[in-house]
C-alpha cells in the first residue's frame, strides 16, 4: 500500500529512532539511582502518563475487546515482564560502561526476529537470510572465542525484544493500549518494590527536591514519546522502510559510547561488529529485492 504522506513518516520516523538512541544520555543523568529504580519508575510515570494519553488519543474499543479476551491479557502480562527485563538489562548496560554491548544487541535483533520466526513459527528462511543469520552467527561465536565468554548483555537486549515482538504478534492490540496495559499490570510488582525498599533514593522526601526526581519522573513521557512517533510513522511508510531506519537507533549508541563515553572497541568486538553489520547488509539486500517481486 503507498504511503499517504511519506515526508510526514520519515519526520516521524527518525524522530521516534533518534529519541531511542539518544536515551544513553537520558539514564547517564540519572546514573546515581540504581538501575532497577529507574525501571520502577519507569513503569508508574509509563502507567500514570500513558492512562492520560489515552483519554486524549482515543483508541474505541479497545478495553471491551481486552475485557472479552482474557487470553491477551495473560500474553500482555508475559510480554510486559520480557519488556520490563530488556529495559533493566539496557538502563543497567548503560551506566555500566556496556553501551557497545547493548548496541550490538539491537543490531543482532532484526536477526533474532528472523531466526525465531523459523524455529517457532514455522517460517521458511531465504538463502539470503540464511547468509545473514549465518554471519551474525559467527559474529557472537568469534566474540566468544575471542574474549572467553558470551556477549550476554547483546544476547538478552536481543532475545527479550525479539521475544517479546513475537508475544506481542499473538494478542493484536495497538501499541499505546498495549503498553498502558503491559505497565499497569507491572505497577503492583513496582510499588512493591518501593515498599521494600524503604532505603530507596526515591523513597526519601529529599530525593523530590532534587533535579534527579524530575529526571525519573520524565522516564513516562521518553517511553511513550517515541511510540507515538513510531505508531504514527507506520502509518505514512511501509514497515520496510521502518525496518531500515531501526539500525539509526544502536548506531547512535555505539557512537556515544566511543565519543562521548570512551568506551574501548577492542579488535574481537570490532571484529564482532563487522560480522553483524556484514549480516545485516545481506537480510537488508534480501528484504529490499523482496520488496521489489511483490
Given at each position: 500500500m503507498q504511503a499517504a504522506n511519506p515526508r510526514r513518516g520519515y519526520i516521524l520516523g527518525l524522530s521516534a529512532y533518534i529519541i531511542w538512541g539518544l536515551f544513553p544520555l537520558y539514564f547517564k543523568a540519572i546514573a546515581s539511582v540504581p538501575a532497577a529504580e529507574i525501571i520502577v519508575h519507569r513503569v508508574l510515570w509509563s502507567a500514570l502518563f500513558?492512562?492520560?494519553?489515552?483519554?486524549?488519543?482515543?483508541h474505541p474499543g479497545w478495553w471491551r475487546e481486552l475485557r472479552d479476551n482474557p487470553k491477551r491479557l495473560a500474553i500482555l502480562a508475559l510480554s510486559g515482564s520480557l519488556i520490563a527485563g530488556n529495559w533493566l538489562t539496557y538502563v543497567w548496560s548503560v551506566n555500566s560502561g556496556r553501551m557497545l554491548e547493548a548496541s550490538l544487541g539491537y543490531y543482532i535483533n532484526p536477526l533474532v526476529n528472523v531466526l525465531l520466526g523459523m524455529l517457532i513459527?514455522?517460517?521458511?528462511?531465504?538463502?539470503?537470510?540464511w547468509v545473514a543469520v549465518g554471519l551474525a552467527a559467527v559474529g557472537v561465536m568469534q566474540q566468544v572465542w575471542q574474549v572467553g565468554s558470551l556477549p550476554w548483555v547483546s544476547l538478552v537486549l536481543a532475545l527479550t525484544f525479539g521475544f517479546y515482538g513475537l508475544i506481542r504478534k499473538q494478542a493484536p492490540v495497538k501499541a499505546l493500549p498495549g503498553l498502558v496495559v503491559e505497565t499497569w499490570m507491572l505497577v503492583p510488582i513496582a510499588l512493591?518494590?518501593?515498599?521494600?525498599?524503604?532505603?530507596?533514593?526515591?523513597?526519601?522526601?529529599?530525593?523530590?527536591?532534587?533535579?534527579?526526581?524530575?529526571?525519573?519522573?520524565?522516564?513516562?513521557?521518553?517511553?511513550?514519546?517515541?511510540?507515538?512517533?513510531?505508531?504514527?510513522?507506520?502509518?505514512?511508510?511501509?514497515?520496510?522502510?521502518?525496518?531500515?531506519?531501526?539500525?539509526?537507533?544502536?548506531?547512535?549508541?555505539?557512537?556515544?559510547?566511543v565519543l562521548l563515553f570512551d568506551e574501548h572497541m577492542s579488535p574481537a568486538s570490532l571484529v564482532a561488529f563487522v560480522f553483524i553489520w556484514a549480516g545485516l547488509a545481506v537480510y537488508s539486500i534480501d528484504a529490499w529485492l523482496s520488496l521489489r517481486k511483490r
Open positions: 500513558g492512562g492520560l494519553l489515552l483519554l486524549v488519543w482515543k513459527l514455522g517460517e521458511r528462511l531465504r538463502r539470503l537470510q512493591a518494590w518501593l515498599l521494600l525498599n524503604p532505603a530507596a533514593h526515591s523513597a526519601n522526601m529529599a530525593f523530590w527536591s532534587t533535579s534527579e526526581a524530575w529526571w525519573l519522573v520524565a522516564a513516562g513521557p521518553v517511553t511513550l514519546i517515541p511510540l507515538v512517533c513510531f505508531n504514527a510513522a507506520a502509518r505514512h511508510l511501509p514497515y520496510t522502510t521502518l525496518g531500515f531506519l531501526q539500525y539509526l537507533a544502536p548506531t547512535l549508541v555505539l557512537l556515544q559510547a
